[in-house]
């Protein structure tokens, strides 16, 4: 018993020192991944041809974690290294792999916590994948894993959202909407569920009703930039320009970050 003990606390100190180590980065794809694993140097980090560095740390951390594991039996020593690599691979942008450790590490513990990292992690991969096939499998297992802390935790709205979502893509639409729209009557003012609504408007045509939804979403929460952003675009779309110009002039106001400035300057120059 002590022993054991003694493993797991060993365990979660190293998992917390590798955390420690890295820095903030993302790494865009397996193969930079493993050139920066093959010629990683005593500088920190490494140049992908094309691709941002990749911190040498991070390859690190990710190749210490592996050589901890003891194998592929389930145990509490495992599974938290399963979890430190789920960790470890989201910040590589390595959501696949996050999503699979992630699994592991539910699979072992069982609790609604463990169910939730693994689920955002295969909700990560579901956006981030290219082709149907990938996304189809993804969004069934983020429904697999959310649902699970739904059953728990029916009032988890994001994990709700979540799960919504991952059918607007994979053949349910009306599905996904149905079950956002289920949220709103339950949560009339959940913020995540009022700008997928208006987004998902936007994205099919109905600009109408974007603005309706993304007025509610401002009556909400002004300062959601993403949010009075979408709007000046449903406004621009429905052929409302003096209020999207406004609109746009608004969100330049509300904040200074370039890439924002840059996106509101495009659309405005599509007013012109």
């Known amino acids: 018993m002590l022993k054991t003990r003694i493993i797991l606390i060993a365990a979660s100190a190293l998992v917390i020192w590798l955390i420690f180590l890295l820095p903030k980065a ?4 397996e193969s930079q991944l493993k050139q920066a694993d093959s010629t990683a140097s005593s500088k920190g980090a490494t140049q992908s041809k094309g691709h941002s560095a990749v911190p040498a740390s991070l390859v690190a951390a990710i190749k210490a974690v592996k050589a901890a594991m003891t194998g592929s039996s389930p145990n509490e020593k495992n599974a938290i290294f399963a979890d430190s690599l789920r960790s470890l691979y989201t910040q590589a942008g390595q959501f696949d792999s996050a999503a699979m ?3 592991q590490a539910a699979t072992f513990f069982n609790n609604t ?3 939730l990292k693994a689920g955002n992690s295969y909700y990560e991969a579901y956006t981030f994948a ?8 993804m969004a069934e297992k983020t429904r697999e894993w959310l649902n699970k802390v ?3 935790e029916p009032k988890n709205y994001e994990a709700r959202i979540k799960v919504a979502m991952t059918f607007l893509s994979t053949g349910g639409p009306m599905q996904g909407i149905m079950q956002l729209r289920e949220i709103l009557k339950e949560d009339p003012k959940n913020e995540l569920a009022l700008y997928n609504m208006g987004m998902l408007s936007v994205q099919s045509g109905q600009n109408a009703k974007a603005i309706g939804w993304l007025q509610q979403l401002a009556e909400v929460n002004p300062n959601h930039v993403q949010g009075q952003l979408l709007l000046g675009v449903a406004y621009m779309n429905n052929g409302q320009k003096k209020e999207a110009r406004e609109q746009f002039d608004k969100v330049k106001k509300m904040n200074n970050d370039p890439a924002v400035q840059a996106t509101v300057d495009s659309y405005i120059k599509d007013l012109k």
């Open 101 to 103: 450790y992630g699994a």
């Open 150 to 152: 739904i059953a728990a």
């Open 130 to 137: 290219v082709n149907a096939e990938k996304q189809k499998a």
């Open 113 to 115: 916590q463990s169910a």
């Open 26 to 29: 993302v790494v865009e794809n």
